[in-house]
Structures are given as C-alpha cells and as structure tokens.
C-alpha cells in the first residue's frame, strides 16, 4: 500500500524515520513519501527526513512541553506551510497517508488531530492516525493528554492503530531506553503490512492486495497490529501447526493494543516463502480468527518473503473489546479527574466512551 507519512512530535518523528528505513532497507517501497513535523528545533535536527518547524512565532524552536493545546495551536497556526510541504508527497500514486504521533506528549498529542482533519477535507485517499498510548507507569499529564487525543484523533481518522508502549517493550527494559527497540518492531509490524498490499512479482494467486488492508481498516475506530514468527519447515505440508499457532500467538499475545478480543473486521496476513505457507493452515487459522474475533469477516493473503521463518500479521479493524483499551481510558479519565486546572480534559472524557469507537 503505497503510503505517505507524516510524524508529528518526538515519537511521530522517530517512528517514521524507522519505518522509511525499513522499507528502504528491504527494498519494498511502500514509502514514498515521509516528514517530520515538530515545535522544537532540536528533535528535528537528528532526524534523516524532511521536516517542517512550527510555532516558531509561539515557542520559538523549543516546544510545546506537555501542553496539547498548544500543540493544537501551534499546528493550526502553520498548518499551510505544513500542507505545503506534504502537497508534493501525496501524488496520484498515494493510497494512504499516515499520521504518526505519541499520543502521550504536547506537539503530537494536541497537533496530529487537528492536521489529520485538514488532510481529510483535501485529499481522497484513507487519512490513517498511527497513535502511540503511553505506557502505564507514564503520568497522569500524559494519560489526560492521551485520552483527549484519541478521542479527537478517532473521530477525525478513517482509522486509528494503536500502539500501547507496553506491548511491544522487552521485559525489563525500561520505557525510555526501549524507544529505539520498540520503534523498530514498529517498523517491522507496520512496515510489513504496508508491504503485504504491494504487487509482488512472479507470485501466486494469494497475495494481499492494498484494497484489503483498507477494507479492514474502513469505518473510523480502533485497530490494531498483531505479530508473531516461528521457525518453519521446508514443506508447506509440515506446517499446518506453524501457521495456526503463530496466527494464535499473534492475537494473545503479539497485539499492539493487547488483550483486543473482539472486532468488526480482520485480516489475516502469512509471510513466508511461498512454497512453505500452507493452505490449510491458512485456512484454519482464519476460521479461528472468525470465532475468535466474533466476526464473518476476516479476510486473508501471503506474503511471499525469503527466509526460513513464517510470520502471522494480524490487522484487527473496528476493535470493539479490548481490556487494555478500557484500562488506558479509566486512566486517562482519573487523571482528568484529578488535574485542577484540566477541566476540558475532563469534560472531554465524561462520556466513558470514546464516540462512535466502542
Ligand atoms: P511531543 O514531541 O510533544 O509530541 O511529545 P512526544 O512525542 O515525546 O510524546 C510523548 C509520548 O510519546 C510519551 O507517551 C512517550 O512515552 C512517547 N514516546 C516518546 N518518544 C518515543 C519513541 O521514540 N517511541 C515510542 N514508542 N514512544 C515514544
């Protein structure tokens, strides 16, 4: 799926630095086209990308600190120069474009949202939110903040995947010095799926086409990403168990918002080489996913990838259970709750749902 992306804030920044790199790196090209939009100068100028400053005139180079309003307002106050400069990225090869943003923070939190709606008033294809949640030791400014973004993030989005920061965190690897790890099984997640959509040459009827990833994210709402990898057999005959087990471990326990039981849509994604991935296996695994997930709609494609390894990408669209989902949004309310001075935080939250998402 030929994508564009656009990182607001730290976190958007760097994750969009690895996902072009990954995709540059295996030669997919899928990306064709990334900027990093930020209100401090200094997170900008480590990264590889093009990139746009704003609210020079508000904060001069130094950024928002954890204020989301301000991020919001510093984003609407430049948000021509930032059209402008991602008008000659999305071309008519464009599929999606990718708004990428911690959730957690100020310029991404409060900026993202809002330039996702203008995105959407100007160009047809999907305008995707790929949000970072905080982790759940992360404070209460960051879960307020979050909680806030989501809710305008999943409204104005035609979908919003969602990364917890501690699903895809080693054990015993703190939050800050596991970013550069976890930004790169972003990558490798993201990046495959976005590859998974692309015309592989010389293949099989079976592979994924851009139109199915966009079919399972369609209708606004939640989705999220799961993965799992194995060692697999030389024979497709022999890995029936490969293909259904890792599909399994990919839902349990390999989801970006983890604890995701049950949602409108799925597709199920085998990467492999082609003469290993197993049909029935394949087949198997998506009738689990259908009772799993309480759904008819689980679609299904390969991938055909060199190496000894069989991978289960898991895209879960429209999410309509998910413990952890309900946990970061009881936080986030109670830390509303709790901030004197965030009376909009709260208010924003009453509603113990976010609209139109659960
Ligand atoms: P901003 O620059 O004001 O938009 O703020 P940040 O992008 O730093 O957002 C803060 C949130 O993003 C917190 O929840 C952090 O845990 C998270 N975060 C910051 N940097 C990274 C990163 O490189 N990777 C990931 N996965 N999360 C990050």
């Known amino acids: 799926m030929k994508s564009v992306l656009i990182g607001v804030g730290q976190a958007g920044g760097k994750v969009v630095d690895a996902l072009s790199d990954f995709d540059a790196r295996n030669g997919f090209g899928a990306v064709i086209g990334s900027l990093a939009v930020n209100s401090a100068r200094s997170d900008l100028q480590s990264l590889p990308l093009d990139t746009v400053l704003i609210g020079g005139a508000e904060v001069n180079g130094h950024g928002v600190g954890g204020d989301n309003e301000l991020g919001t307002k510093v984003m609407r106050d430049d948000v021509q120069e930032v059209l402008g400069a991602i008008d ?13 943003a ?4 100020g310029t991404g939190s409060g900026g993202a949202p809002y330039l996702v709606k203008e995105l959407q008033r100007i160009y047809d294809v999907p305008v995707y939110g790929l949000g970072i949640l905080p982790g759940r030791d992360e404070g209460a400014l960051y879960q307020a903040n979050a909680g806030r973004s989501l809710k305008t993030l999943s409204r104005e989005a035609d979908a919003t995947l969602l990364v917890d920061n501690d699903a895809w965190r080693s054990a015993g690897e703190s939050l800050e010095s596991g970013y550069e790890a976890i930004n790169e099984r972003i990558a490798r997640r993201v990046g495959l799926l976005l590859a998974a959509g692309e015309a592989v040459d010389g293949v099989g009827e079976s592979v994924v086409d851009s139109s199915e990833v966009i079919n399972t994210l369609r209708g606004t709402g939640v989705a999220t990403l799961g993965y799992a990898a194995a060692e697999s057999s030389s024979e497709a005959a022999a890995n029936v168990n490969v293909v259904t087990s890792t599909t399994r471990r990919a839902m349990r326990s390999g989801l970006s918002l983890p604890d995701t ?8 994604v085998v990467a492999g080489r082609p003469e290993t991935i197993s049909r029935k296996g394949v087949e198997r695994a998506r009738s689990w996913l259908e009772t799993e997930l309480d759904t008819m709609e689980v679609r299904g494609g390969d991938f055909p990838l060199s190496g000894d390894r069989l991978a289960a990408l898991v895209l879960l669209g429209g999410v309509a259970d998910s413990d952890r989902l309900d946990g970061f949004l009881e936080r986030a309310r109670q830390a509303a709750d709790a901030g004197d001075d965030d009376e909009d935080a709260a208010s924003a939250l009453e509603d113990d749902r976010i609209d139109g998402l659960l």
């Open 261 to 268: 039981t049950s949602a409108e849509r799925g597709l199920l």
């Open 88 to 100: 000659g990225r999305v071309t008519a090869r464009a599929e999606a474009v990718f708004v990428v």
């Open 102 to 105: 911690g959730l957690g923070g």
